[in-house]
């Protein structure tokens, strides 16, 4: 797998390329400081995965047009977390966001991998943020319209709201006032509903296209 890094910042750039060259199963890591010098690289067309700091002038646009001209996937790296940063970049095609000041280099690496098999990527923190931000566009725009953003019955959105908000399966029944047995009926129907394979793919793409 190769992997392009666009980051302004040379130093930080340079540990993250280094620290990813140095990753089982990554063969090739490229990068540039600009989106325009992105551009001219052979390694961005390359690219399974490409991580992109948020500060970089026009990313978000960069993040639109790099999946449409690549197929790449995007991981959003960000020293901030601003909300309305988080919300914009998964907007514009990110299939994930991390923050810079709790990321590690076994985080880092492990959320390449993650973003390579196509599962979302979000920082812990993050996520409650990316879904109270969902749930205001649905009450505040759409449901008064009579419209909906989800592909999910109201009981499959109450039991995966609770498991994206880590909460495993007993305290999801307690909490529902349903068996364990059903929450776990409940969650394979929406893996299967979503055609992803695990409960956290399924999860990440509720997540990220909206449906909780």
């Not at 929406?190 to 997540?207: C, D, I, M, Y």
Request: contains cysteine.
């Amino acid at each position: 797998m190769k992997v392009f890094v666009l980051d302004p910042h040379l130093i930080y750039r340079r540990g993250v390329t280094s620290c990813l060259g140095d990753a089982d199963g990554i063969t090739g890591v490229a990068e540039a400081g600009s989106v325009r010098e992105a551009w001219q690289q052979e390694g961005l067309r390359d690219a399974a995965v490409v991580v992109v700091d948020h500060g970089v002038p026009g990313a978000l646009e960069f993040i639109r047009q790099v999946r449409e001209a690549t197929g790449a996937r995007v991981l959003v790296c960000s020293g901030r977390g601003d909300e309305t940063e988080v919300v914009a970049a998964v907007t514009a095609g990110a299939l994930g966001y991390i923050c810079k000041d709790t990321l590690t280099p076994e985080s880092l690496v492990a959320a390449v991998h993650a973003a390579a098999t196509g599962s979302g990527v979000m920082a812990p923190e993050l996520l409650g943020t990316l879904l109270r931000n969902i749930s205001r566009a649905h009450e505040e725009v759409l449901a008064p319209r009579g419209l909906s953003l989800t592909r999910l019955n109201p009981r499959e959105q109450q039991v995966m709201r609770l498991v994206a908000d880590g909460h495993p399966i007993r305290e999801v029944a307690e909490q529902l006032r349903y068996s364990e047995r059903t929450i776990k009926n409940v969650i394979h129907d929406v893996v299967t509903k979503l055609n992803v394979r695990t409960r956290s793919q399924a999860v990440a793409h509720a997540v990220r296209e909206g449906l909780i």
